[in-house]
């Protein structure tokens, strides 16, 4: 007998983005969300192979214990 169960997890991901020197945390917070977020190939988002994969509902900003947008300005040569 085969059975199948729907199984939940938690996703996050990292998007870049650009903004001005000087933005507002809302602004940044804002330019955020209209980043490209990830996508799934065909493969990964297809039953055919016994199993899919949904990225369902909308993205967030993760805020940190303050309440603040967790975001992160990237200095030139590569350092965060």
């Known amino acids: 007998m085969k059975y ?5 997890q938690t ?3 990292v998007v870049e983005f650009e903004a001005p020197a000087d933005a507002t ?3 940044l ?5 209209e980043a490209e977020t990830p996508t799934l190939c065909w493969q990964c988002a297809s039953s ?3 199993q899919s994969l949904n990225i369902d509902g909308e993205w967030n900003v993760f805020r940190d ?8 300005r990237d200095e030139p040569g590569g350092a965060a």
């Open 48 to 50: 055919e192979h016994n």
């Open 65 to 72: 214990g303050d309440g603040k947008p967790e975001i992160h």
């Open 11 to 13: 996703a996050s991901c």
């Open 29 to 33: 917070e804002e330019a955020a969300l």
């Open 4 to 8: 199948r169960a729907v199984m939940i």
């Open 25 to 27: 945390p809302e602004q």
